[in-house]
């Protein structure tokens, strides 16, 4: 199966030749692979289209499609998924990612991994090192394959096999509610009705499917200001695999895998680490869940019940803390038919280093300062408009 390139562009010309580059250099195992550029129509992006006309692929059949009509990113992404029903799979980039030399090696060994596996969605070719909900540091527990697993799509280098995206379209083709299922993340269903994304994620929560993601990222973002971007930033930028890869990526299912996490980014395996059913308890080590509907929850927020258990927060990630059982008072299992006074207070400082290692006071004055200068400069831009 000789899996196709797809490129999502729009009007982007520097992000698109970036991108292009990066595909340029990368290494496949075979010279027969399609590359399709898909533009979305507007009225200033002559530039990309002539842009994309122009490259030289060296690896295979060029197709450039300029869409008809203006379609829209979520209209967009999902034509372009559709691929996968000609070729049998599909990878879809947006044209601000950046890809590793080996994104096409592990991507078509996932992809051929995952069509076994019922359980599986899709596949990310991204890494994620931030949580989305709380914006704090993320990291999958580390258990020996090179993929972990998620409840969470992917957008910033996915791909599917044909029956994996046949399952959502079908499911997607029935018009869901999904901005009343509480079962998904309320940050997710505040996004825009533009986003294709959050019907991938509510979908994977409602069918107890995962995206099966890499260990190391084999895509990374740019965030180019466009359309759906205001400024660009570095927030989302992670290290790429540039590794010689002479040999398979070591995968594992599903029901092996001990990193395998929920919509919210909390690890799936701690109940049975700590001897409780996972229908018994809400692990909610970031804090925002807001659907607890349990009788024991595992939370790092200082609550009024009683106190089962509690551990440190040292080791990283903090899933390991409750894993290897690390003493401490910065995590706390409640049994929340209990009420009872909790003392212990967060301790601020400790939190804070436990995600930014240091922060010189000069640094963090700096930015307190630039922080009101740029609110004191949009306010007063207000007052004059």
């Given at each position: 199966?000789?899996?196709?390139?797809?490129?999502?562009?729009?009007?982007?010309?520097?992000?698109?030749?970036?991108?292009l580059n990066s595909l340029q250099k990368a290494n496949y195992p075979y010279e027969d692979i399609d590359l399709i550029i898909s533009i979305d129509k507007a009225?200033?992006?002559?530039?990309?289209?002539?842009?994309?006309?122009?490259?030289?692929?060296?690896?295979?059949?060029?197709?450039?499609?300029?869409?008809?009509?203006?379609?829209?990113?979520?209209?967009?992404?999902?034509?372009?998924?559709?691929?996968?029903?000609?070729?049998?799979?599909?990878?879809?980039?947006?044209?601000?990612?950046?890809?590793?030399?080996?994104?096409?090696?592990?991507?078509?060994?996932?992809?051929?991994?995952?069509?076994?596996?019922?359980?599986?969605?899709?596949?990310?070719?991204?890494?994620?090192?931030?949580?989305?909900?709380?914006?704090?540091?993320?990291?999958?527990?580390?258990?020996?394959?090179?993929?972990?697993?998620?409840?969470?799509?992917?957008?910033?280098?996915?791909?599917?096999?044909?029956?994996?995206?046949?399952?959502?379209?079908?499911?997607?083709?029935?018009?869901?509610?999904?901005?009343?299922?509480?079962?998904?993340?309320?940050?997710?269903?505040?996004?825009?009705?533009?986003?294709?994304?959050?019907?991938?994620?509510?979908?994977?929560?409602?069918?107890?499917?995962?995206?099966?993601?890499?260990?190391?990222?084999?895509?990374?973002?740019?965030?180019?200001?466009?359309?759906?971007?205001?400024?660009?930033?570095?927030?989302?930028?992670?290290?790429?695999?540039?590794?010689?890869?002479?040999?398979?990526?070591?995968?594992?299912?599903?029901?092996?895998?001990?990193?395998?996490?929920?919509?919210?980014?909390?690890?799936?395996?701690?109940?049975?680490?700590?001897?409780?059913?996972?229908?018994?308890?809400?692990?909610?080590?970031?804090?925002?869940?807001?659907?607890?509907?349990?009788?024991?929850?595992?939370?790092?927020?200082?609550?009024?019940?009683?106190?089962?258990?509690?551990?440190?927060?040292?080791?990283?990630?903090?899933?390991?803390?409750?894993?290897?059982?690390?003493?401490?008072?910065?995590?706390?299992?409640?049994?929340?038919?209990?009420?009872?006074?909790?003392?212990?207070?967060?301790?601020?400082?400790?939190?804070?280093?436990?995600?930014?290692?240091?922060?010189?006071?000069?640094?963090?004055?700096?930015?307190?300062?630039?922080?009101?200068?740029?609110?004191?400069?949009?306010?007063?831009?207000?007052?004059?408009?």
């Amino acid at each position: 199966m000789r899996i196709p390139i797809v490129v999502v562009a729009y009007n982007r010309p520097r992000s698109l030749t970036r991108l292009l580059n990066s595909l340029q250099k990368a290494n496949y195992p075979y010279e027969d692979i399609d590359l399709i550029i898909s533009i979305d129509k507007a009225d200033n992006n002559r530039d990309v289209l002539d842009l994309a006309n122009a490259f030289q692929w060296h690896h295979g059949t060029k197709e450039v499609v300029y869409q008809e009509n203006n379609l829209g990113l979520r209209q967009h992404i999902l034509k372009c998924g559709g691929y996968s029903l000609h070729y049998g799979a599909v990878i879809v980039l947006e044209d601000d990612l950046y890809v590793s030399p080996n994104f096409y090696l592990f991507a078509e060994q996932a992809l051929n991994f995952s069509s076994k596996e019922p359980s599986i969605g899709g596949v990310s070719l991204y890494n994620h090192q931030l949580n989305v909900h709380t914006r704090e540091n993320f990291s999958p527990h580390q258990d020996g394959y090179d993929n972990w697993y998620f409840q969470f799509a992917s957008s910033w280098g996915q791909a599917w096999t044909r029956e994996q995206w046949s399952g959502f379209m079908d499911w997607y083709k029935k018009n869901p509610d999904i901005d009343n299922n509480q079962d998904v993340p309320s940050y997710v269903r505040s996004w825009s009705p533009k986003s294709w994304l959050k019907y991938n994620i509510a979908y994977l929560v409602e069918k107890d499917l995962y995206f099966l993601y890499p260990k190391i990222s084999l895509t990374t973002n740019f965030s180019d200001a466009g359309t759906h971007v205001g400024n660009d930033t570095t927030i989302f930028q992670v290290p790429l695999d540039y590794g010689n890869r002479s040999s398979k990526f070591y995968f594992s299912t599903t029901k092996e895998s001990k990193s395998i996490y929920d919509a919210y980014f909390e690890n799936l395996r701690i109940p049975e680490t700590i001897g409780m059913a996972k229908d018994d308890i809400c692990v909610d080590l970031y804090g925002c869940k807001s659907n607890n509907r349990k009788r024991y929850l595992l939370t790092q927020k200082i609550l009024n019940y009683k106190i089962l258990r509690s551990f440190g927060k040292s080791l990283k990630p903090h899933d390991d803390n409750i894993i290897n059982k690390i003493d401490g008072y910065d995590i706390f299992l409640y049994d929340t038919s209990i009420k009872r006074k909790n003392s212990f207070k967060t301790n601020l400082i400790r939190k804070a280093e436990y995600d930014f290692k240091q922060l010189s006071y000069r640094l963090m004055l700096n930015l307190i300062f630039e922080k009101f200068v740029t609110r004191i400069g949009s306010i007063r831009k207000k007052i004059i408009k």
